[in-house]
């Protein structure tokens, strides 16, 4: 009868609309956990960069050529 096929549809559609929600769920799950992913990368990132910065600031400070101008200014 009409009554039974209203209620299929409106199961359908429930069904339908259930899927689609959790779908967007398993979505969220996937994005959340990829932008973890990238905050952990950045970090280890972050930290090399400093380690390089450092490593570099150490050469430059060992080298004589990034100390021409101390030992101008020392001349004068």
Known sequence: SGCD???QAELEEK???INQVL?????L???SARVD???EENLKLKSENQVLGQYIENL???????????????RK
Do not use: G, I, P
């Open 5 to 7: 096929l209203e209620n």
């Open 15 to 17: 069904t339908r609309l």
């Open 23 to 27: 779908e967007l769920q398993h979505t």
């Open 29 to 31: 799950e996937d994005l």
């Open 37 to 39: 992913a990238v905050k």
């Open 60 to 74: 430059m400070s060992a080298s004589s050529v990034f100390q021409t101008t101390d030992t101008k200014s020392k």
